[in-house]
């Protein structure tokens, strides 16, 4: 297969620092969509795999999977976009399509699921490379419409954080009788927020921070609870039908469980590993309560929040940054010194 040179920015090494680097893009196929890179948004998940911290990067490594960009090239089978549109690619650029998880809209539960980075590449038989480049190449079924009344750098990280959190809000039917808590004021904290008081539910902020509570309320959330404060938190016991954990490190859960209504259910999306101090099993025994994890979105799923995103006029908060600028970034992410959410403008590397 024919492929071409392109700019990028990653890294060789889990100790090195990102930089300019030149990979190779597939030449497109039938199928495919071929994307010139707008804005790409920066995820917790970037840094880990830069890193390494998860044990399973190949190198180099290009990250990046909240994509939006404009279709600069079609193959000739392609029916779902066309030269010119706006579009958005997420952590997803491919799957088996046939195992019962992908027959339902449920592709990031794939087997097989290809990852915009890190992932294998069937065409070229590599690992696959994001989207800190300046273009990408995509199966047009893993290629999203943006509404385009959106601000499209703001849209980057709907990609991600956004359907993160959407995903649990759908599938556990969240709207206007329902409450809902967000633990933690982060990227995907704040989008979570927006999302739960678009669909009409009561939404609460737990959080240890007094500090963030005026951006909470204008956020769209309904009142803050400190969760260190012991009679703050006895006031809302049995209260709420969802809680989504958006904290990305271990942290005790408990307490949040006796907030749970019973069926009520803790959702993890911010925090993978054991959890530390164990799970004390009986208030959920006790309320039928569950604690439960999820992961971002199938495709028909990313495309109907871009859609609802669109009709109620929600992205992201975001700090733009230069490409050249992220390995400052990554530090500064690391001290959740960002507000809320960091967006490379791409025109940085195409001008390098």
């Not at 273009?135 to 991600?160: Q, R, T």
């Amino acid at each position: 297969m024919n492929v071409k040179d392109i700019k990028a920015f990653g890294t060789e090494s889990a100790d090195a620092d990102l930089e300019q680097l030149t990979i190779n893009r597939r030449e497109i196929t039938p199928k495919d969509v071929e994307i010139d890179i707008y804005y790409c948004g920066v995820c917790h998940s970037d840094l880990h795999f830069a890193r390494n911290d998860w044990g399973f990067s190949v190198y180099p490594v290009v990250p990046g999977h909240e994509i939006v960009g404009k279709v600069i090239k079609t193959g000739e089978e392609v029916t779902k976009h066309k030269v010119g549109d706006l579009v958005a690619v997420g952590c997803l650029v491919d799957s088996c399509r046939t195992c019962n998880n992908c027959k339902n809209d449920l592709e990031q539960y794939c087997p097989e699921w290809v990852g915009t980075y890190g992932g294998h590449d069937k065409h070229l038989n590599m690992q696959t490379f994001g989207g800190y480049s300046e273009s990408i190449v995509v199966d047009e079924d893993f290629v999203l419409v943006v509404p385009d009344n959106l601000d499209p750098a703001g849209v980057a990280p709907v990609l991600c954080a956004g359907i993160t959190t959407w995903s649990p809000l759908r599938h556990w039917k969240i709207g206007s009788n329902s409450k809902v808590a967000v633990i933690g004021l982060g990227g995907l904290g704040h989008m979570a927020i927006k999302l739960a008081d678009a669909l009409g539910a009561d939404v609460t902020l737990l959080s240890r921070s007094p500090n963030k509570t005026q951006d909470a309320l204008d956020l769209g959330a309904d009142r803050v609870v400190i969760s260190t404060d012991e009679n703050q938190m006895a006031e809302i016991q049995g209260h709420f039908d969802l809680i989504i954990d958006t904290v990305p490190y271990v942290h005790d859960i408990n307490p949040y469980v006796g907030t749970l209504a019973t069926n009520g259910t803790l959702v993890l999306v911010g925090y993978l590993g054991p959890l530390d101090p164990m799970l004390n099993s009986v208030p959920m025994i006790m309320g039928r309560k569950t604690v439960a994890g999820s992961l971002i979105g199938g495709i028909a799923e990313t495309q109907e929040l871009l859609d609802f995103c669109g009709k109620h006029g929600i992205t992201s908060e975001i700090e733009m940054i230069r490409i050249q600028d992220i390995n400052k970034a990554y530090e500064r992410m690391l001290k959740s010194d960002v507000h809320y959410r960091f967006v490379i403008d791409m025109a940085s590397l195409k001008n390098s």
